[in-house]
């Protein structure tokens, strides 16, 4: 997927308060150009891109709209930046929207696993997510897998937007529920 949009920027005395920019869906990529790649090397060359799979895309509901334009959506990058983009059309936003879930789905499928750097009960340790197995933390200083879950056992998961993540997992004797939490 390959469109222009426009990306809300601080207005100042010189700058309208939207720039142009030429957003394209590459592999597990998300490109931002301020001009559209002509050339392999303009691909590499991009100062803004971002792994799709590490990033929400979030579609604006009217009262979360800035200005009077009606198309647009957040781009919530895992470096905490966030991008505010705008459509022409309601038809370009939801292809953006669709392009976006199929790139991401794609992406993590090739993907098949990724590992997180956390800490848990004071220990450094691996928060890894797989396809095949689900979720496993792996002790560092002890190299043991503290537990392993699969998708299916897991009940729901909450966090506080910063550091704490805590994930809810049914387990055995059926009924009962676990609480991980991984700072």
């Not at 459509?87 to 790139?103: F, G, P, V």
């Not at 009960?121 to 997510?129: F, K, P």
């Not at 506080?160 to 004797?173: M, W």
């Amino acid at each position: 997927m390959m469109n222009w949009m426009h990306e809300r920027v601080s207005p100042s005395l010189h700058r309208p308060a939207w720039k142009p920019k030429f957003v394209a869906l590459k592999g597990p990529d998300i490109y931002l150009f301020d001009y559209p790649p002509m050339q392999t090397r303009d691909w590499v060359r991009c100062d803004t891109v971002f792994k799709v799979y590490e990033c929400m895309l979030q579609i604006c509901k009217d009262k979360e709209l800035l200005d009077d334009r009606q198309h647009c959506c957040n781009i919530l990058a895992g470096t905490g930046e966030k991008l505010y983009l705008s459509t022409e059309s309601r038809a370009e936003l939801l292809h953006l929207e669709k392009a976006w879930y199929r790139t991401n789905h794609s992406s993590i499928t090739r993907l098949k696993h990724k590992t997180f750097g956390c800490t848990w009960r004071g220990n450094l340790c691996g928060l890894t997510l797989d396809l095949d197995s689900g979720f496993s933390l792996y002790d560092n200083s002890t190299k043991n897998f503290q537990w392993t879950y699969r998708f299916s056992q897991l009940r729901g998961s909450s966090d506080d937007g910063k550091t704490r993540l805590k994930l809810h997992f049914n387990c055995d004797p059926p009924g009962s529920i676990e609480i991980r939490v991984r700072v």
